[in-house]
């Protein structure tokens, strides 16, 4: 059973969280079928860490990489791990783990007047990530060539974040010239894997007001209606 985070604005879809977003596509693309429970992480006495995986008669794992292992174990003729030392790196250490970084600096910024120099890094990493996309080095459509792997399953759901939150409370969009970036999005949104996964832009942006502690721009425009 995966145990995941619920949705902040009700107990009956799924949270806004790019580890168990994760781990569901590497479970849907390996064909596993687990029970999910969501989870109130608010009210929860028990389930403190979240998300946490227990199949079978396993411990119940909490830590992501175990949780990884274990899937990649589950159905090991599958594998989702690869070999491209270019994709992890960009992933890992590069611009793919970069980006997400230089977009939770600007999102949970209280200083208005820094927003355009951490606007201007944000581009940069981008542009970073962008550039790989476009290159001889993209083995395809996805990081894995044709098919969805491990690295697309960690950089997707935190580019889904970032283009929803980061418009949201920063007025900040993907620049339209990165076309790897659309390019690469518009291939996800075809894909099962991604778009069963996804929660809705309300909830994500409902899951950060929460975190951060500031209004909800969703509701502030509802309300001017």
Same mark, same amino acid.
């Given at each position: 059973?995966?145990?995941? %985070?619920?949705?902040?604005?009700? $107990? /009956? $879809?799924? !949270?806004?969280?790019?580890?168990? %977003?994760?781990?569901?596509?590497?479970?849907?693309?390996? $064909?596993?079928?687990?029970?999910?429970?969501?989870?109130?992480? =608010?009210?929860?006495?028990?389930?403190? &860490?979240?998300? @946490?995986?227990?199949?079978?008669?396993?411990?119940?794992?909490?830590?992501?990489?175990?949780?990884?292992?274990?899937?990649?174990? +589950?159905?090991?003729?599958?594998?989702?791990?690869?070999?491209?030392?270019?994709?992890?790196?960009?992933?890992?250490?590069?611009?793919? /783990? !970069?980006?997400?970084? &230089?977009?939770? %600096?600007?999102?949970?910024?209280?200083?208005?007047?820094?927003?355009?120099?951490?606007? !201007?890094? #944000?581009?940069?990493?981008?542009?970073?990530?962008?550039?790989?996309?476009? /290159?001889?080095?993209?083995? !395809?459509?996805?990081?894995?060539?044709?098919?969805?792997? #491990? *690295?697309?399953? +960690?950089?997707?759901?935190?580019?889904?974040?970032?283009? =929803?939150?980061?418009?949201?409370?920063?007025?900040?969009?993907?620049?339209?010239?990165?076309?790897?970036?659309? &390019?690469?999005?518009?291939?996800?949104?075809?894909? %099962? @894997?991604?778009?069963?996964?996804? *929660?809705?832009?309300?909830?994500?942006? $409902?899951?950060?007001?929460?975190?951060?502690?500031?209004?909800? *721009?969703?509701?502030?425009?509802?309300?001017?209606?």
């Amino acid at each position: 059973m995966l145990f995941k %985070q619920a949705s902040t604005i009700n $107990d /009956s $879809d799924f !949270g806004a969280d790019v580890f168990a %977003q994760r781990f569901m596509m590497m479970l849907v693309l390996k $064909d596993i079928a687990v029970d999910i429970s969501l989870v109130d992480a =608010v009210k929860s006495r028990q389930m403190k &860490k979240l998300p @946490a995986l227990q199949f079978l008669q396993n411990d119940l794992l909490e830590d992501p990489a175990e949780i990884e292992t274990l899937i990649e174990k +589950i159905s090991p003729d599958h594998p989702l791990r690869i070999e491209n030392e270019e994709v992890n790196h960009l992933v890992f250490k590069g611009p793919g /783990s !970069g980006v997400y970084h &230089k977009f939770c %600096q600007l999102t949970k910024n209280a200083d208005s007047s820094t927003d355009e120099r951490l606007k !201007g890094v #944000l581009k940069e990493e981008l542009k970073a990530l962008d550039d790989f996309l476009i /290159s001889e080095r993209m083995p !395809g459509k996805f990081l894995g060539g044709e098919n969805l792997c #491990l *690295p697309d399953c +960690i950089l997707l759901p935190k580019l889904l974040h970032i283009k =929803v939150v980061a418009k949201a409370f920063k007025d900040f969009e993907i620049p339209e010239e990165f076309v790897g970036i659309h &390019k690469y999005m518009d291939a996800a949104n075809e894909n %099962q @894997a991604f778009t069963r996964t996804s *929660p809705s832009e309300e909830v994500i942006v $409902d899951a950060w007001a929460r975190a951060m502690k500031v209004p909800n *721009p969703f509701q502030r425009k509802a309300r001017k209606h």
